[in-house]
Nanobody, 124 residues
């Protein structure tokens, strides 16, 4: 069974940093494309993409987080990390990781599997 589990969310003050984790099970990590999303209240989570793998295999970032958020991967533990620095209140939200096989994702431009989310709150 495919499962994604996010962790690492916390409440931090402006300027703080967090490193979120997403453990993927049930999919070969090396063949899995993964994206990070941020959901605001009343917003569909699919509209909150902040990072993902492009169709040429590179990590892309939303303009709002570029230069401050960094995605890394540890295939040994099937984990993706989202490191966030210089956080501002606009970063507050429920963060999800989402996954699909890269064949599917590159073709369909969507993800099939989602985690439960981890809450990030940035307080001024």
């Amino acid at each position: 069974q495919v499962q994604l589990a996010e962790s690492g969310g916390d409440s931090v003050q402006v300027g703080g940093s967090l490193k979120l984790s997403c453990v993927v099970s049930g999919l070969p990590f090396g063949d899995t494309c993964l994206g990070w999303f941020r959901q605001f209240p009343g917003m569909e989570r699919e509209l909150g993409a902040i990072a993902g793998i492009s169709d040429i295999g590179t990590t892309s970032y939303a303009d709002s987080v570029k230069g401050r958020f960094t995605v890394s991967h540890d295939e040994a533990v099937n984990t993706s990390y989202l490191e966030m620095t210089n956080l501002n209140p606009e970063a507050t939200g429920l963060y999800f990781c989402a996954a699909a096989s890269c064949v599917y994702m590159i073709k369909e431009k969507r993800y099939l599997y989602w985690g439960q989310g981890t809450q990030v709150t940035v307080s001024p």
